[in-house]
C-alpha cells in the first residue's frame, strides 16, 4: 500500500485509531489484522484494535501471521510499534460456541461492547477517531439490542440527536450522504421533510469543511423520476426538497437542485457532495463505482467515526481470503481529516450540525 502512495501524511503528531473488529464471527478480524501488518499505518498513525483476545490469537495462528498481541487497559500502554498490536481485550467470544460465519447473540453483543469502548474513549480525549469494524445487524437483535447501523448508535453514545445525525459515503473523490438510511421504503417517504432534509444539508456542509473542501459544492437529488419535472409526477420537491434547498442557500450554501437521480449520479464528479434521500439512491451508485474503496463516515456528532462500506462477509469468514483495502481507505480517510483539522474545528464544527 505505501509503494502505491496510499499513506503519503507526514506530520508529527499521528492521530491514535481505535478499531473495533466488529462481528467477530465474520472478516473484521481477519481484515484488522491484515490492515495492521501494513507498516504504513504505523507512520500515519497509533492504531489501538478493540476485540477478543481468543479470536485473533485463533485468526494469527490460522494466517500464520507474524504478529504479535500486547494486551493493554490504558492507552499509555500501548506500544505502537510495527509488528505488534496494540489491543483492548473484552471477554466476549465463548470459543466452545463460536462459529465462523454464523453471527449470534454473543458476537452481535460483543460488537456492540466494542463500539461503546471506543466512543467512550474518543469522548475522553485519549482517542481522536474510531473505525467501527463490519457488523451483522441480525446478530446484534438476536441479543435483544435494537440495531440500525452504526450512525443510529454513535449518536445514541454521544447524546446527539438521530434526526441530526446522517451518514456519508466516501470514496476518494465521491461522496454522498444519505437523508434517510436503514428504515423501510414507507418509513422513507415519511421521514423526507423539509426539515430533515434542510439538517442534511447542514450536516454535509460542515462535513465538507471538515473534509478540506473550503465551498463544498452539493447537489440533491430529487426523490421522484425526474425530480418531478415541475410537480407532474409529485410534490415532494415542491413542498419539502426545494424549500429546503432555498433554505440552506439563505444560509449562504453552495446548493443546487433538485434532479433526477438517474442523470445526477450517471454524471458524479461534478460536485463535491451528493444528497440522496433514501438507501439504495445512495449506495447503488456509490458501490457500483468503487464497492470495495467505500468509507462510511457519520457525520453530525462530536466523535469521528466510520465504518467500512461493505459488510462481514459471512460467506468467507475465516478462509483466509478477505481483502482489507476498504479498511486501509478508512484508515487514510481519518488520517486525512485529522491532519488538515484541528481538534478544536472538528468538535466546534459538528457541535452546529
Known amino acids: 500500500m505505501d509503494k502505491k502512495g496510499v499513506f503519503q501524511i507526514d506530520h508529527s503528531l499521528k492521530p491514535v485509531l481505535a478499531i473495533t473488529i466488529g462481528d467477530a464471527s465474520g472478516i473484521g478480524p481477519e481484515i484488522c489484522l491484515k490492515a495492521l501488518q501494513d507498516e504504513a499505518v504505523y507512520r500515519s498513525c497509533k492504531p489501538v484494535l ?26 499509555s500502554n500501548a506500544k505502537f510499534t510495527p509488528g505488534v498490536i496494540d489491543l483492548f481485550h473484552l471477554d466476549t467470544i465463548d470459543m466452545n460456541r ?78 454522498v450522504v444519505n437523508v434517510t438510511l436503514h428504515v423501510p421504503m414507507k418509513r422513507a417517504l415519511e421521514l423526507i421533510k423539509h426539515p430533515l432534509i434542510f439538517k442534511a444539508i447542514q450536516a454535509s456542509h460542515h462535513a465538507g469543511k471538515m473534509l478540506g473542501i473550503h465551498d463544498p459544492k452539493i447537489a440533491v437529488a430529487g426523490l421522484n423520476p425526474h425530480a418531478s419535472e415541475g410537480g407532474l409526477y409529485g410534490v415532494e420537491e415542491q413542498c419539502e426538497i426545494i424549500p429546503a434547498i432555498t433554505q440552506a442557500k439563505e444560509a449562504s450554501m453552495d446548493v443546487q437542485g433538485p434532479f ?49 462500506g461493505h459488510g462481514s462477509a459471512p460467506d468467507i469468514a475465516g478462509k483466509g481470503i478477505a481483502d482489507p483495502s476498504g479498511l486501509l481507505k478508512t484508515i487514510q480517510l481519518l488520517c486525512n481529516v485529522k491532519s488538515k483539522k484541528s481538534d478544536s474545528y472538528y468538535k466546534k464544527t459538528m457541535k452546529g450540525v
Not at 50 to 73: A, C, H, M, V, W
Not at 105 to 130: H, P, R
Not at 280 to 290: L, R, W
Open 50 to 75: 478493540i476485540g477478543d483476545l481468543n479470536i485473533l490469537s485463533f485468526y494469527l495462528e490460522r494466517l500464520k501471521l507474524p504478529l504479535q498481541l500486547n494486551p493493554i487497559t490504558k492507552i
Open 98 to 175: 463460536f462459529q465462523f460465519g454464523e453471527g449470534d447473540s454473543m458476537t452481535g453483543k460483543a460488537m456492540v461492547d466494542y463500539t461503546k469502548l471506543a466512543v467512550d474513549l474518543a469522548v475522553k480525549g485519549e482517542v481522536d477517531a474510531v473505525i467501527g469494524g463490519p457488523h451483522t445487524k441480525s446478530a446484534v437483535e438476536k441479543a435483544g439490542l435494537f440495531f440500525d447501523g452504526y450512525p443510529s448508535l454513535i449518536a445514541q453514545l454521544t447524546n446527539t440527536k438521530e434526526e441530526e445525525t446522517f451518514l456519508m459515503l466516501v470514496s476518494d473523490h465521491f461522496r
Open 260 to 308: 433526477g437521480s438517474d442523470i445526477l449520479f450517471a454524471e458524479m464528479g461534478h460536485y463535491d457532495i451528493y444528497l440522496a434521500m433514501y438507501h439504495d439512491q445512495a449506495h447503488i451508485p456509490m458501490k457500483m463505482k468503487a464497492f470495495k474503496q467505500i468509507s462510511a463516515l457519520t457525520i453530525g456528532t462530536p466523535v469521528l467515526f466510520s465504518s467500512i
